[in-house]
């Protein structure tokens, strides 16, 4: 019998021992510690891109629709073209967006003519793009219309070029 609890107890502690232990599988690759992988950031939501956006002033932008601020105008005339009315609508669209800002409008004319004459004309001018802003919803607390006639060209010159130039009002902010 003392063959028979040797054998129990050899089986016994085999069992035991079998139960304790995890086989290894050779199927399986060895497991590495890894340094966690670098992920982007999160995109931002379109809140945050929107606030950022809102924050520079479209005045700033050089290819920006504002950065034109000029109306021209044909020669011994005061009516807006047709062709400027994009000049005058992105304006009055930001003045009506951002009521705390104001501007001048500067009416201009070129070299010919008497002086009281081209002031008068570059007034009309001014007023012409003013009454434009104000139909598109512009308050006049935004607006001032002022003339500076010859006095202030743009190009220098005695041709057409120069002359087109100078016929014009500026919306100064």
């Given at each position: ?13 085999a ?12 199927a399986e ?23 950022v ?7 700033n ?25 994009p000049v ?13 800002r ?22 009309k001018?001014?007023?012409?793009v003013?009454?434009s ?9 935004q ?11 743009k190009?220098q ?17």
């Amino acid at each position: 019998m003392s063959n028979f609890k040797s054998l129990a107890f050899i089986a016994a502690a085999a069992a035991l021992l079998s139960a304790c232990s995890t086989p290894v599988k050779l199927a399986e690759t060895p497991v590495v510690e890894r340094a966690p992988e670098k992920t982007a950031p999160p995109a931002p939501d379109a809140r945050e891109v929107n606030t950022v956006v809102a924050a520079i002033d479209p005045l700033n932008d050089p290819k920006g629709v504002l950065a034109n601020r000029s109306v021209y105008f044909d020669f011994d005339k005061y009516v807006v073209r047709e062709s400027e009315t994009p000049v005058v609508q992105n304006h009055s669209a930001y003045l009506v967006k951002t009521p705390a800002r104001k501007v001048i409008i500067q009416g201009n004319t070129d070299d010919r003519g008497g002086a009281e004459y081209n002031l008068a004309l570059g007034q009309k001018r001014a007023e012409a793009v003013r009454k434009s802003m104000a139909a598109m919803g512009v308050s006049d607390s935004q607006m001032e219309a002022v003339s500076f006639g010859k006095e202030k060209p743009k190009a220098q010159g005695n041709n057409e070029a120069a002359w087109a130039e100078n016929r014009r009002a500026d919306i100064a902010y």
